[in-house]
Each structure stands twice: as C-alpha cells, then as structure tokens.
C-alpha cells in the first residue's frame, strides 16, 4: 500500500537516481540512524531505566514489522523482474 501517486513515485526515483551511490547510501545510513533514535526514545520514555539489552530487543522488534513479512511471503520466490512495482512504473 502506498500513498505516493506512481507519477509521483517515478519523479521521485529519478531524482534519487541523479545522486552518486555514495549520497544514496549516506542518506540511507542517515535515515537508518533517525530511526534508531525515534525507537530508542520512545522504549526510553516507556521505561526510564531500561537496560542495554532491553533496548536492543526493542529496536529489533520495532524494525521486524511482521505484517510486512508476511505481505512479502508470496512473493519471496517470484524473480524481482517478474514483480509488479508500482513506483518503478511496472
């Protein structure tokens, strides 16, 4: 499910794709970064003193959307060329 219209998802594909591999994988890293914070905040100010361990769990847990998982099963076995992809416009 997207919100992003293809249109808009293409447009915004080709933008990226002008960036050199290096300021994609920053932004990446970047994005990766900010939601580790979100996460680590949030399990802290549900639990103050919580330990390293439990924190790791938390963060593990909060990137494992299971829904997502399981969205994806049917097609973990088909060749990605032969999926549909919306924003790719195929």
């Known amino acids: 499910m ?3 219209s293809s249109d808009t998802g293409i ?3 080709a933008m990226l794709m002008q960036w050199t591999g290096e300021e994609r994988f920053i ?3 970047d994005m990766r970064d900010t939601f580790r914070a979100f ?6 100010e549900h639990d103050p003193n919580a330990t390293a361990e439990t924190i790791r769990k938390g963060l593990f847990f909060a990137s494992t959307d299971m829904n997502s998982i399981l969205r994806l099963a049917p097609r973990l076995s088909q060749p990605l060329s032969e999926q549909r992809i919306p924003w790719l416009g195929r």
């Open 2 to 4: 997207t919100d992003t």
């Open 11 to 13: 447009r915004y594909r």
């Open 27 to 29: 932004m990446g890293c």
């Open 39 to 44: 996460i680590e905040a949030s399990l802290r």
